[in-house]
Nanobody, 127 residues
Framework: QLQLVESGGGLVQPGGSLRLSCVAS????????IGWFRQAPGREREGVSC????????KIADSVKGRFTVSRDISKNTVYLQMNSLKSEDTAVYFC????????????????????WGQGTQVTVSS
């Protein structure tokens, strides 16, 4: 059974850092593009970052550019979202998702592209 599990969320002060992990089981995630999305209370789900299958291409949303980076460790079947210089507006539930029909060397920040979603991990940025 295909499954994605996020971890690494928590409470952090403004300016701090967190690294989120998205571990895949039941399939080799490097065949798929992986996206990171977030949703804050009362707001629509927002695409944050994505990485293509095999990791050759990435995208970062303008709202987090220069602060967030995405990477994947094929040996661990894991995709990471490194979040630095966190702000209160980054507070949200963060989800990873798999695009099971990826375009080679490409990924999108459109949630409709993604088929398989994790349960999410809460990130709270507050002093």
């Amino acid at each position: 059974q295909l499954q994605l599990v996020e971890s690494g969320g928590g409470l952090v002060q403004p300016g701090g850092s967190l690294r989120l992990s998205c571990v895949a089981s039941g399939f080799n995630s490097y065949y798929y593009a992986i996206g990171w999305f977030r949703q804050a209370p009362g707001r629509e789900r927002e695409g944050v970052s994505c990485i293509s299958s095999w990791g050759k291409a990435t995208k970062i949303a303008d709202s987090v550019k220069g602060r967030f980076t995405v990477s994947r460790d094929i040996s661990k079947n894991t995709v990471y979202l490194q979040m630095n210089s966190l702000k209160s507006e980054d507070t949200a539930v963060y989800f990873c998702a798999a695009d099971e029909n990826p375009i080679p060397d490409f990924c999108m920040l459109h949630s409709g592209r993604y088929d398989n979603w994790g349960q999410g991990t809460q990130v709270t940025v507050s002093s």
